[in-house]
């Protein structure tokens, strides 16, 4: 798939991620497959999946849904863990998603590498590539070294930026005026609600990328269980 063809697909859309870590009653990829398949039921335009499911979860999404999927391999817990490595980003290429994840922040990566050699390997294999960052000053040396796609998905996760109690709604804002109308952004990262959502796209981003507030059964019970406690107090 071409930006051109992923930028009119999802535009103004919802992106939904499917992803559940060891341990969550939801890691299984058969599970995961079946989330993605109802998410895009309800209007996901693309599915970011991978995460600690790696490539086997990637195949099983790129097989049940229609729609373009961003994958991602996640390499441990701390320090550059999403597809960290060269070779990762290869083989969630070669796994089948149309977009492949990968973190652009400034950290040191496991092999070495830049993020401009894993542009050159990606494109290498006929994806496009998103740059997860977490400033704008990363959003900046992504988009000069062949971001297709810029992702706010690591802001306040690393020690550059301070986490926001909610998304990081001013970081969209900062990003669009740094490179202007032509880049491609999606809004990612604590947007649970859909008033969130909806105001990521009126701050600057392309799309919105949420995954816990739809995909993660626990995290939803907990909202309605919580309340429902305080109201039976």
């Known amino acids: 798939?071409?930006?051109?063809?992923?930028?009119?697909?999802?535009?103004?859309?919802l992106i939904?991620?499917?992803?559940?870590p060891d341990g969550h009653p939801l890691r299984d990829t058969t599970t995961i497959a079946h989330l993605a398949?109802?998410?895009?039921?309800?209007?996901?335009?693309?599915?970011?999946c991978g995460g600690y499911g790696g490539l086997e979860d990637i195949r099983a999404v790129v097989e049940k849904v229609s729609v373009p999927v961003i994958g991602l391999t996640k390499e441990g817990s701390t320090g550059v863990y999403i597809t960290p490595t060269v070779a990762s980003a290869r083989k969630v290429a070669q796994a089948g998603a149309a977009v492949v994840a990968v973190d652009a922040t400034f950290r040191p990566c496991a092999d070495g590498s830049t993020f401009a050699e894993k542009v050159e390997a990606v494109h290498g294999e006929g994806a496009l590539i998103m740059a997860d960052i977490?400033?704008?000053e990363e959003a900046i040396a992504a988009h000069r070294d062949g971001a297709d796609i810029i992702s706010t998905t690591l802001a306040g996760y690393t020690e550059h930026r301070e986490k926001t109690p909610g998304p990081d709604l001013e970081l969209v804002s900062e990003i669009r005026?740094?490179?202007?109308?032509?880049?491609?952004?999606?809004?990612e990262g604590r947007y649970h609600t859909p008033e969130l959502a909806a105001e990521g796209l009126a701050r600057g981003a392309d799309a919105?990328?949420?995954?816990t507030a739809i995909t993660d059964?626990?995290?939803?019970?907990a909202q309605f269980a919580r309340k429902v406690e305080e109201a039976g107090k």
């Open 134 to 136: 977490a400033t704008v």
């Open 177 to 187: 005026k740094a490179l202007g109308p032509d880049v491609f952004l999606t809004a």
């Open 217 to 221: 059964v626990s995290f939803v019970t």
């Open 37 to 48: 398949a109802a998410a895009v039921a309800g209007g996901a335009t693309a599915i970011r």
């Open 16 to 20: 939904v991620s499917a992803q559940a």
């Open 1 to 13: 798939m071409d930006l051109n063809s992923f930028r009119e697909q999802v535009t103004g859309t």
């Open 208 to 211: 919105v990328i949420i995954g």
